[in-house]
């Protein structure tokens, strides 16, 4: 019965990747524009991997246990608002940095990071159970396979929401 229903899935797929490709980045794809669902995948993950700093990430906060990514950075702006040295105007912009940078050390950061794994499980599946063709070999396709591609397009669906 779940066999039956691959073509609307895969169909479903490549529109949640054209939504997302369009999502990430800021504008439409052309009418009479073709991606494949690979292609517009892969370009959503390019997209939102561009847009990380990865030396950072890499060096200090992958290492960092979640848990402790708050420690970081200051929690509080007491050692800027004392600092004399300082404008009010140079103290109003370090204050937004550094909350840009506690944004990124925790929700930014895990967020993208989420949506590129997801996009990598779903560029995992793409040969096998979203691709019809390949069904005609030996080799069956498992309902749970199906089920849990099904899953990934839920929650692919689900973060193109704001």
């Known amino acids: 019965m779940l066999l039956m229903k691959l073509p609307c899935l895969r169909k479903a797929a490549e529109d949640m990747a054209r939504r997302w490709r369009e999502w990430v980045d800021k504008k439409s794809v052309p009418p009479g524009t073709f991606y494949s669902l690979t292609e517009n995948l892969r370009a959503a993950k390019n997209r939102l ?8 990430l890499e060096k200090v906060v992958e290492s960092t246990p979640k848990a402790h990514r708050t420690l970081l950075v200051a929690t509080d702006d007491t050692d800027v608002d004392g600092n004399v040295a300082l404008d009010a105007a140079t103290k109003g912009i ?18 993208r990071m989420r949506r590129i794994r997801l996009l990598d499980e779903i560029l995992a599946c793409t040969e096998r159970v979203l691709n019809p063709a390949a069904h005609a070999g030996a080799t069956p396709l498992y309902e749970k396979e199906v089920q849990d591609a099904l899953k990934l ?10």
């Open 49 to 56: 991997v561009t847009e990380l700093p990865l030396d950072i």
């Open 94 to 111: 370090l204050k937004s940095k550094r909350n840009r940078l506690r944004q990124a050390f925790t929700g930014d950061h895990d967020e």
């Open 153 to 162: 397009i839920k929650d692919l669906e689900v973060s193109l929401s704001p």
